[in-house]
T-cell receptor, first 117, second 108 residues
Framework: EAGVTQFPSHSVIEKGQTVTLRCDPISGHDNLYWYRRVMGKEIKFLLH????????ESGMPNNRFLAERTGGTYSTLKVQPAELEDSGVYFCASSQDQFAGLHYEQYFGPGTRLTVT | GIQVEQSPPDLILQEGANSTLRCNFSDSVNNLQWFHQNPWGQLINLFYIPSGTKQNGRLSATTVATERYSLLYISSSQTTDSGVYFC??????????FGTGTRLTIIP
């Protein structure tokens, strides 16, 4: 079974440009999460999808970030326009659907390293 | 606010030594996971352990939820164990809150 995959693995863009990151979760996982680690800081939650719906987007830093999950399969995270402070590693994770209050293990992708110059 | 603290921040050991990494958290948890971030930056799942004790080869973990801490034990360390170890907890919603990590360096 394939794990969580992310594309691209690296992206270098100039300030003001647009970048779109993609995440493919583990097949059958309804929950999809985005996290990021900016330089020197801890890994922080951005948002959570359940199928195609945004369950929690409390971690999105500002309206330059737009996440979508059309059809409840893969997800994209667009940064427009990118700023220097957006540099870091963006991780995607997925987990099984929750039932009756059970919480399932999250599996992480390899991350996309974004550098804004 | 909700906090996850890991100690020590850095640990340097000789190959073959044993180590204990600690994770303290500020509230009751629904889920606790340990990860190893390898030199390529990938987060590798080690344990899903909201309570109790689990073992996987040279690694084991114990979470005492009532006392709000978890321990990760690494025995007979190898150079491939080097990297950053993260503890992450779910405090009742679905998002994971990560600690700042312990950087482990194993010297041959």
């Amino acid at each position: 079974e394939a794990g969580v995959t992310q594309f691209p693995s690296h992206s270098v863009i100039e300030k003001g440009q647009t970048v779109t990151l993609r995440c493919d979760p583990i097949s059958g996982h309804d929950n999809l999460y985005w996290y990021r680690r900016v330089m020197g800081k801890e890994i922080k939650f951005l948002l959570h999808f359940v199928k195609e719906s945004k369950q929690d987007e409390s971690g999105m830093p500002n309206n330059r970030f737009l996440a979508e999950r059309t059809g409840g399969t893969y997800s994209t995270l667009k940064v427009q326009p990118a700023e220097l402070e957006d540099s870091g590693v963006y991780f995607c994770a997925s987990s099984q659907d929750q039932f009756a209050g059970l919480h399932y293990e999250q599996y992480f992708g390899p991350g996309t390293r974004l550098t804004v110059t | 606010g909700i906090q996850v603290e890991q100690s020590p921040p850095d640990l340097i050991l000789q190959e073959g030594a044993n180590s204990t990494l600690r994770c303290n958290f500020s509230d009751s948890v629904n889920n606790l996971q340990w990860f190893h971030q390898n030199p390529w930056g990938q987060l590798i799942n080690l344990f899903y352990i909201p309570s109790g004790t689990k073992q996987n080869g040279r690694l084991s973990a114990t979470t005492v939820a009532t006392e709000r801490y978890s321990l990760l034990y690494i025995s007979s360390s190898q150079t491939t164990d080097s990297g950053v170890y993260f503890c992450a907890v779910n405090f009742g919603n679905e998002k994971l809150t990560f600690g700042t990590g312990t950087r482990l360096t194993i010297i041959p």
